[in-house]
């Protein structure tokens, strides 16, 4: 026997998608990835930071790049 599923009806769209979001919403992952980028790119402030050589040799030239 089955149930009978009910629906609940949709407000009238107004032709566009109304999706509002908190400021820290953009905010705090654009800080957090700011923060790692810097991270990345000076490990001297990464204390605990011990890699491959070859991905570090591909930062350090990342960030000469960047630096120009």
Do not use: C, K
């Not at 400021?23 to 705090?28: E, F, N, R, S, Y």
Request: glycine share 6%; no cysteine; aromatic share 8%.
């Amino acid at each position: 026997m089955s149930a009978p599923t009910y629906t609940r009806p949709r407000p009238a769209s107004r032709g566009g998608v109304d999706i509002r979001l908190p400021w820290w919403a953009l905010a705090l992952p654009t800080l957090a990835f700011i923060v790692l980028l810097a991270l990345i790119l000076n490990p001297t402030d990464a204390h605990a930071a011990t890699g491959d050589p070859a991905i570090t040799h591909l930062f350090e030239r990342m960030q000469q790049l960047i630096g120009r």
